[in-house]
T-cell receptor, first 110, second 117 residues
Framework: QKEVEQDPGPLSVPEGAIVSLNCTYS??????FMWYRQYSRKGPELLMY????GNKEDGRFTAQVDKSSKYISLFIRDSQPSDSATYLC??????????FGTGTRLTVIP | GAVVSQHPSRVICKSGTSVKIECRSL??????MFWYRQFPKQSLMLMAT?????????EQGVEKDKFLINHASLTLSTLTVTSAHPEDSSFYIC?????????????FGSGTRLTVV
C-alpha cells in the first residue's frame, strides 16, 4: 500500500464549479499535509499546508484533514480556467522527505 | 519568499553523452536538496537526497554511478546524468530544504526536461 493515495483523474469541470480533490494516507504518524499545484512542464508550487485535523482556508481554496479517517481534501470554489493543473497531495516523512500522491489532473472549461 | 532556480529548463542530448543539471537556492541556504524524476502523467519519484558536504543518499533502484549528485555548497546541487540513454528521458525536478513558507521548508525548482536521442 502506498503511503499516500490519490485519484489520478482526470477531472473536468465547467468554470465556476466547486472542485473537490481527495487523498488518503496510511501512516497515522503523518502530521503535516500539503497541497501542491503543478502546471505542465513546471515544478510543483506549494498551495497550502495544514497541521493535524481541521480546515484551513485561503481565498478560494480550502484544505481539510480528517485524521480519524486518514482523509485529506482540497476544495476550490469558483474554479477558473487558470486553476487547470495537476494537484498533488503530500506529507513529510520522518526522514524529512515528502511522500506524494500520484496527482489529479484538473481541467476547468471556460 | 524562497526561490529555487533550476537550469537548464530543457536539454536534448545524444545517447552516450553526459548532461549536468543545476539547482540553486537563490535567497536561502539549502541544508538538504532532493532530486526527483517524473514520468508523464505520474507523480514525483524521489531519486536521491543530498546534504551539503556529504555523499548523496540514493533511493533503491537508482544507479548512483549513472546519476551523480554533487552538493558542494549550501546554495548549489548538481545532478549529472552520465552516459545518457533514451530511457533516461524524463522530467527532473530538484527541491531544496531550508527556505520558509511551509513546514520543513520544501521549495521546488521549475524542472528540467531531458530528451536523449
Amino acid at each position: 500500500q502506498k503511503e499516500v493515495e490519490q485519484d489520478p483523474g482526470p477531472l473536468s469541470v465547467p468554470e465556476g464549479a466547486i472542485v473537490s480533490l481527495n487523498c488518503t494516507y496510511s501512516n497515522s504518524a503523518f502530521q503535516y499535509f500539503m497541497w501542491y499545484r503543478q502546471y505542465s512542464r513546471k515544478g510543483p508550487e506549494l498551495l497550502m499546508y495544514t497541521y493535524s485535523s481541521g480546515n484551513k482556508e485561503d481565498g478560494r481554496f480550502t484544505a481539510q484533514v480528517d485524521k480519524s479517517s486518514k482523509y485529506i481534501s482540497l476544495f476550490i470554489r469558483d474554479s477558473q480556467p487558470s486553476d487547470s493543473a495537476t494537484y498533488l497531495c503530500a506529507s513529510p516523512t520522518g526522514a524529512n522527505n515528502l511522500f506524494f500522491g500520484t496527482g489529479t489532473r484538473l481541467t476547468v472549461i471556460p | 519568499g524562497a526561490v529555487v532556480s533550476q537550469h537548464p529548463s530543457r536539454v536534448i542530448c545524444k545517447s552516450g553523452t553526459s548532461v549536468k543539471i543545476e539547482c540553486r537556492s537563490l535567497d536561502f541556504q539549502a541544508t538538504t536538496m532532493f532530486w526527483y524524476r517524473q514520468f508523464p502523467k505520474q507523480s514525483l519519484m524521489l531519486m536521491a537526497t543530498s546534504n551539503e558536504g556529504s555523499k548523496a543518499t540514493y533511493e533503491q533502484g537508482v544507479e548512483k554511478d549513472k546519476f551523480l549528485i554533487n552538493h558542494a555548497s549550501l546554495t548549489l546541487s548538481t545532478l549529472t546524468v552520465t552516459s545518457a540513454h533514451p530511457e533516461d528521458s524524463s522530467f527532473y525536478i530538484c527541491s531544496a530544504r531550508g527556505g520558509s513558507g511551509s513546514p520543513y521548508g520544501y521549495t521546488f525548482g521549475s524542472g528540467t526536461r531531458l530528451t536523449v536521442v
